[in-house]
């Protein structure tokens, strides 16, 4: 048996633990070894929201523990159930990814990219095999979800017939019948190049089975046909894009939800919401924790998760952006221009109009999605919606106060949080801080970091 100070070279185990904290925006992630049958040890894990012990390397136990740095955890007030379901998938997810990697690649194979990429894809796989199971009764059939993922990233990027591929599809129990014609997916649709044309995840989706068979689609018109929710309203490019679609079929259907963007990102979908997302060939999980820390803090409403979505994609780009709540857009008398104001355009006398205002008469503010906030966010000066996320200033500079001991951004998220009910300053390196009654509450720090204790 390996002396207590002993410790195997794992490289796969590390990289699931870089991948992990990846995963999870605030999270802390440690991935610690003892010998095969002896009790593995609880140090650290106190403070821990979940942790799982499976096989390790030969000879060797692996405990994988995920955690919430203290400045996110304190926002949350005892944690949302969405969280605390992901933080309970994790561990074990990455436990999974750790040993079906080690089999295939070897236990000491270096961490290239190549093999970091794959760990990636592996603990999604492994991650969304849960919700499979929690949400549709059984296991995910053979591999329906690590080749759906391969399809995806395989579709990431191309074109047909000219046009931009996006694919949505949603895999679901809402058909029992036994089908007259069987489909697997995706293989019986890869020679099928149109495929992804007619299930683009905008107008239509592609409904699939919980055995992975390719059964119908669902037409964003014809909603009716499998739920009693109302159709969705006509949508704008921008929210045609974001996988609404998708995201409105599983909330009504149930299931698992996919969706291939035409940024070369992948979308996936539970309970009508974004769970895990691929950019640049790394996942990240859908800022629940933000979501939810601003929810509490406004009171609920819309603007919640469209804000802290905004926030998490601002937070990957190398800018910087003020994003703010209101529950009275008049508090912002006094402190933002007139000029600024969006929801002031139709109130001006139009021969009155300075060049800004007539500017707000073009930008198409109505069902705002996080796409749209984070570009109207990428001006200088704040971007404000009040909290059933109505658009009320972009670009707006605030009247500040002496901003001689900080920077003109941090003054100016300050200054704002005094007459809003919450302030998001996303800095240039990603950090994200929130601002309340003129105070800075925490910093969440957009580069997650994982530790790897040595024993």
Not at 233 to 238: D, F, K, S, Y
């Given at each position: 048996m390996p002396s207590p100070d002993e410790q195997p070279l794992d490289p796969i185990g590390d990289a699931v633990a870089q991948a992990l904290a990846e995963v999870l925006f605030g999270a802390t992630v440690s991935i610690t070894h003892a010998g095969s049958g002896s009790e593995p040890s609880d140090a650290g894990v106190k403070e821990a929201s979940a942790s799982a012990t499976g096989p390790g390397p030969a000879g060797w136990a692996t405990t994988i523990t995920i955690g919430l740095r203290p400045q996110v955890a304190r926002l949350l007030h005892g944690g949302p159930t969405a969280l605390e379901e992901l933080i309970g998938v994790l561990p074990g997810a990455g436990l999974r990814a750790a040993a079906q990697l080690r089999s295939t690649v070897g236990g000491r194979e270096r961490s290239t990219s190549t093999v970091r990429r794959a760990v990636r894809d592996t603990l999604a796989a492994e991650i969304l095999a849960v919700y499979f199971t929690s949400r549709l009764g059984r296991a995910s059939p053979g591999h329906l979800i690590e080749e759906t993922l391969d399809y995806l990233i395989e579709l990431s990027g191309?074109?047909?017939e000219a046009h931009e591929v996006t694919h949505g599809v949603v895999v679901t129990d809402v058909l029992h019948d036994r089908p007259r014609l069987e489909l697997r997916y995706p293989d019986d649709l890869r020679p099928a190049k149109r495929a992804p044309l007619l299930f683009d995840g905008k107008q239509s989706v592609l409904i699939v089975d919980p055995f992975g068979r390719a059964r119908t689609e669902l037409q964003r018109h014809r909603f009716h046909r499998f739920s009693d929710t109302p159709a969705p309203?006509?949508?704008?490019?921008?929210s045609l894009d974001s996988g609404s679609l998708v995201a409105l079929a599983t909330r009504a259907l149930g299931g698992i939800g996919f969706y291939a963007r035409g940024d070369r990102s992948i979308w996936t979908f539970v309970d009508g919401r974004p769970l895990l997302v691929r950019r640049s060939e790394h996942w990240t999980a859908f800022p629940v924790e933000l979501a939810v820390a601003i929810s509490n803090m406004i009171g609920g409403g819309p603007a919640a998760e469209v804000v802290a979505h905004a926030a998490s994609m601002i937070?990957?780009?190398?800018?910087?952006?003020?994003?703010?709540?209101?529950?009275d857009p008049t508090a912002l008398d006094g402190m933002v221009s007139p000029k600024d104001r969006y929801d002031l355009r139709d109130g001006i006398d139009p021969t009155a109009m300075r060049p800004e205002t007539r500017l707000h008469h073009l930008v198409d503010g109505e069902d705002l999605d996080e796409r749209t906030v984070a570009r109207l966010a990428a001006l200088d000066g704040a971007t404000v919606l009040d909290r059933a996320g109505r658009l009320i200033a972009y670009g707006a500079i605030v009247t500040t106060a002496d901003s001689e001991h900080e920077g003109a951004r941090t003054s100016a998220a300050r200054t704002l949080s005094q007459v809003a009910l919450v302030v998001l300053k996303i800095s240039v390196d990603g950090d994200i801080t929130i601002f309340r009654d003129g105070d800075a509450v925490t910093t969440l720090l957009g580069h997650p970091t994982h530790s790897v204790p040595a024993g």
């Open positions: 191309t074109r047909v309203p006509r949508a704008t490019e921008g937070s990957a780009r190398p800018q910087g952006a003020i994003l703010a709540i209101v529950e």
